[in-house]
């Protein structure tokens, strides 16, 4: 016999930590974070008025790189990781290249989730954590078959890694996840005492 795997999923996953002026950059960010979760009138609003509950600049702000060195240096860094990334998952990009569309920074508060979703008209997404303290909420990625499976019976509960229908990977503090855009993830419900921060953003070929 033998057993073909086909359609992979995969998720990147790469820490800054040994990156040149890591704790500068990510101090700079975590200020600045705070600093737009003060002063972004329309984004708290927005918040407010669909439940986030926390601050997110996904909705009214899509200038952050240019508002502060720590966004572009940080756009910098992740774009290089996507190019990585695409070349991994053997993209055709003759011609054309990974581009950061957009950036956006995210403050759960304690009780705080972010409901399952996708990133449409995007490449790739990602986030980066500036904050994760301990107890915080994981991120959770749903087998993008899910919806199709009919009767298929569930997995066994200690099976691989690849058979799972959902996969949590809990991340630290300097850590980036990327994936594929139409892949469905979520944040449960964050259970830590502190805030969890991170910045999200989505590629596109250019």
Same mark, same amino acid.
């Given at each position: 016999?033998?057993?073909s795997r086909l359609f992979s999923t995969d998720v990147y996953a790469a820490s800054l930590v040994d990156s040149r002026g890591f704790e500068d950059l990510n101090a700079d960010l975590a200020q600045m974070v705070a600093a737009l979760a003060s002063d972004d009138a329309a984004g708290v609003q927005w918040c407010k008025e669909n439940?986030?509950?926390?601050y997110t600049s996904y909705s009214s702000l899509d200038d952050l790189t240019r508002r502060a060195t720590c966004f572009r240096d940080l756009g910098r860094l992740v774009t290089k990781?996507?190019?990585d990334f695409a070349s991994y998952l053997e993209m055709d990009t003759v011609? *054309?290249?990974i581009t950061l569309d957009s950036m956006w920074v995210n403050l759960l508060r304690p009780g705080g989730r972010h409901p399952a979703h996708i990133h449409p008209h995007s490449v790739l997404s990602g986030t980066y954590y500036v904050s994760v303290p301990r107890g915080s909420a994981a991120i959770r990625f749903e087998d993008p078959r899910?919806?199709?499976m009919m009767a298929a019976p569930s997995p066994i509960p200690d099976c691989r890694l690849d058979r799972q229908r959902f996969v949590s990977l809990e991340p630290r503090v300097g850590d980036l996840f990327l994936w594929e855009s139409w892949l469905r993830h979520e944040v449960p419900v964050h259970?830590?005492?502190?805030? *969890?921060?991170?910045v999200s953003f989505n590629f596109r070929l250019s």
């Open positions: 016999m033998s057993v439940g986030y509950d926390g990781h996507a190019g011609g *054309r290249r899910l919806g199709l259970k830590a005492r502190a805030e *969890r921060i991170s």
